[in-house]
């Protein structure tokens, strides 16, 4: 221990000042450890080249607008200072001290010791859920200096964990159990937050200000997020509640499958969404023979366009997956599921089969309080419901969408994460935070495709790059309007895309597709001053 106390106190030499572009970020070696420095004017600053996300490497980062933006999952810090700015990331980067001495750059790791809490038990914040929003709502809380209570109900047994690894890293058990956790359990007590698991949800009282629990446990609350999340939606097909026909949603769920998985030699898997292709590609990827049955000719194309839902149809049949088109499906077997039947009257033999029909809310605890809709919980853009303490995240939460005028669900991780962030901030009366983006990523057969922007509607794809090639971006304009960017590789044309849908600035469909037209220049000149 000593020790190691002695290293931090070391001035570790790295690279000369003038090796350092500006605004661009290197990767240098400080003893043992990658270190990521960026030098803005004459100031050089230096984090730990690791996105506190996934862990993976910062060095492809880009910096914009004095942010510092992760290249895999476009989490954004603070270039100056390290701090989260915008999910996925909970946390900020690792940061260094920093010194210049006759043009080279000396290094020490920085160590801030962590305050202890002092809870104010007249205070109670509650939080009806434990996912995504739920998570980055209680983290934000304590990072505003929110010192009362704050309690997390979830259904759920396992502690808050990462839910897009479950169809990838951890279906290939790549990720084990306590991998994928969002904190540790000393985390949650460190930062003295309560939670209670296996815990549901039966009723909210308005007019008392109470949350009713499963077995009649009463909390009472100041201010109250709903966080509860969405259930998968079951198949109403004949067989399906044959035992071997599986839905994804949950880590329970995810253990279960994965333990089936050596025994399966094929699988089917109902639905061509973003869970359906992720676990297809998985299954793959693990050696068994995978039929995807969908009601669409060509993937994702409602959402994506032609361009893009074409090169899912291609990456997928390009790795051994079996399409079956336009088909319905019936299932068949002793005391397991053993026989798919397809509407086009083909018949396939399956080990297991996993479903991925969309998803449904249960608001029944909701009943009488007049928050809730068939379709969600109404918010405005602070995440407020109409009753001024209770706050709504998630994919429950229906926004009004600032393009078309409609209120839908957003049902992306890091978007759950952004409306947790805002909903603490407006629990506390703060300020909103900046202006936001709309971000998810989907990862298949070590491909990563990402999308930005509101892009519910669009009448026009523009591509920039050539999918063909496996690097290109696709731009969903309305009434020739930027709506939304999609597509893998190019990670600092999409970071500037971002920015541009950030600050609604105006890209014509001409300019999106011309390569030679460049997008970091675009947005500095509408910064300049007259």
């Given at each position: 221990?000593?020790?190691?106390?002695?290293?931090?106190?070391?001035?570790?030499?790295?690279?000369?000042?003038?090796?350092?572009?500006?605004?661009?970020?290197?990767?240098?070696?400080?003893?043992?450890?990658?270190?990521?420095?960026?030098?803005?004017?004459?100031?050089?600053?230096?984090?730990?080249?690791?996105?506190?996300?996934?862990?993976?490497?910062?060095?492809?980062?880009?910096?914009?607008?004095?942010?510092?933006?992760?290249?895999?999952?476009?989490?954004?810090?603070?270039?100056?200072?390290?701090?989260?700015?915008?999910?996925?990331?909970?946390?900020?980067?690792?940061t260094f001290q920093v010194k210049v001495e006759n043009g080279k750059v000396f290094l020490r790791q920085s160590s801030v010791p962590k305050k202890s809490i002092r809870i104010d038990e007249s205070r109670c914040f509650v939080v009806a859920g434990a996912g995504a929003a739920a998570v980055a709502a209680a983290s934000q809380l304590r990072q505003e200096g929110y010192t009362g209570r704050i309690i997390l109900v979830s259904e759920e047994t396992d502690l808050p964990y990462d839910r897009p690894s479950l169809t990838k890293a951890y279906l290939l058990g790549q990720r084990l159990d306590e991998d994928i956790l969002l904190r540790q359990a000393a985390d949650y007590e460190a930062d003295g937050m309560e939670l209670l698991p296996g815990r549901s949800v039966v009723r909210v009282q308005r007019k008392e200000k109470k949350l009713?629990?499963?077995?009649?446990?009463?909390?009472?609350?100041?201010?109250?997020?709903?966080?509860?999340?969405?259930?998968?939606?079951?198949?109403?097909?004949?067989?399906?509640?044959?035992?071997?026909?599986?839905?994804?949603?949950?880590?329970?769920?995810?253990?279960?499958?994965?333990?089936?998985?050596?025994?399966?030699?094929?699988?089917?898997?109902?639905?061509?969404?973003?869970?359906?292709?992720?676990?297809?590609?998985?299954?793959?990827?693990?050696?068994?023979?995978?039929?995807?049955?969908?009601?669409?000719?060509?993937?994702?194309?409602?959402?994506?366009?032609?361009?893009?839902?074409?090169?899912?149809?291609?990456?997928?049949?390009?790795?051994?997956?079996?399409?079956?088109?336009?088909?319905?499906?019936?299932?068949?077997?002793?005391?397991?599921?053993?026989?798919?039947?397809l509407s086009n009257g083909e018949k396939i033999e399956a080990d297991i089969v996993v479903a991925g029909v969309g998803v449904e809310i249960d608001l029944n605890y909701l009943e009488g309080t007049g928050l809730a809709t068939a379709e969600g919980v109404i918010v405005d853009q602070r995440q407020k419901t109409a009753d001024p303490d209770?706050?709504?995240?998630?994919?429950?939460?229906?926004?009004?969408?600032?393009?078309?005028?409609?209120?839908?669900r957003m049902e992306h991780w890091a978007e759950a994460q952004r409306q947790g962030q805002e909903a603490a901030r407006a629990m506390l009366g703060l300020s909103p935070g900046e202006p936001w983006v709309p971000f998810f990523w989907t990862r298949q057969y070590q491909v990563t495709f990402r999308y930005v922007g509101y892009g519910s509607k669009f009448d026009t794809v523009v591509t920039r790059g050539y999918p063909a090639a496996g690097e290109f971006l696709c731009g969903y304009f309305l009434q020739n309007r930027l709506v939304a960017v999609s597509g893998v590789g190019k990670t600092e044309d999409l970071v500037w895309l971002r920015e541009i849908l950030r600050r609604k600035l105006v890209v014509s469909q001409s300019q999106f597709a011309s390569e030679d037209f460049d997008l970091k220049q675009f947005v500095g000149l509408k910064e300049e001053k007259p």
């Open positions: 221990m000593g020790e190691e106390k002695a290293a931090e106190q070391v001035w570790l030499e790295t690279v000369s000042v003038e090796s350092l572009p500006e605004g661009k970020p290197v990767a240098v070696r400080a003893g043992h450890r990658s270190v990521l420095l960026i030098r803005t004017g004459h100031s050089v600053y230096a984090y730990g080249n690791r996105c506190p996300h996934y862990g993976m490497s910062l060095e492809k980062s880009v910096v914009c607008q004095d942010r510092l933006v992760c290249p895999w999952h476009l989490a954004s810090f603070e270039a100056k200072t390290g701090q989260r700015w915008r999910p996925p990331a909970l946390a900020g980067l690792e009713i629990l499963e077995g009649g446990q009463q909390l009472c609350y100041e201010k109250l997020l709903l966080a509860t999340g969405a259930r998968p939606r079951k198949l109403s097909a004949p067989g399906a509640e044959l035992p071997g026909v599986f839905y994804l949603r949950r880590l329970a769920e995810a253990r279960v499958i994965r333990q089936r998985l050596a025994e399966v030699r094929k699988a089917v898997v109902v639905g061509s969404g973003f869970l359906g292709l992720e676990v297809a590609a998985t299954l793959r990827e693990k050696g068994i023979e995978v039929h995807l049955v969908t009601p669409e000719v060509i993937p994702l194309v409602r959402i994506l366009g032609r361009e893009a839902g074409e090169y899912f149809l291609k990456l997928h049949r390009k790795n051994g997956v079996f399409f079956h088109p336009e088909c319905r499906v019936s299932f068949s077997g002793k005391n397991r599921v053993e026989q798919v039947h209770i706050f709504a995240a998630g994919d429950l939460a229906r926004m009004l969408d600032p393009f078309d005028g409609c209120y839908r």
